[in-house]
């Protein structure tokens, strides 16, 4: 498998346990709880990413990111949001910069 493949297939499996809702299934459980559940773990994992970030472990802290970006997916599968909307929405910003991005957005996206 290619890395650039890698966050596709996540998908489909997190699709499919979606889907199958296999007994036993760490997806089915988050999803079970709704967007509050898998919410809560993004907002855990983003915490422990900061923390990963500073330990001066780069291991560490691709584990975590990792982790967030696995809670990130099921959010979107719980929402119904296929991640290449969220690619879409990347490419969108090449050749932008950072300041002038997020000043187009307006004040209430901020």
Excluded: C, T
Aim: proline share 4%; hydrophobic share 45%.
């Amino acid at each position: 498998m290619s890395r650039s493949d890698v966050l596709e297939r996540l998908f489909g499996v997190i699709e499919a346990r979606k889907a199958e809702r296999p007994a036993g299934s760490y997806v089915v459980q988050l999803l079970d709880g709704g967007v509050e559940a898998v919410a809560a773990k993004v907002i855990e994992e983003s915490h422990e990413v900061i923390e990963a970030a500073g330990l001066n472990d780069p291991e560490e802290l691709a584990r975590e990111v990792a982790d967030l970006v696995f809670h990130l997916w099921v959010l979107l599968a719980e929402r119904g949001v296929n991640p290449s909307a969220v690619y879409e929405v990347l490419e969108g910003r090449f050749g932008i910069g950072g300041l002038v991005e997020k000043a187009s957005r307006g004040p209430e996206n901020e």
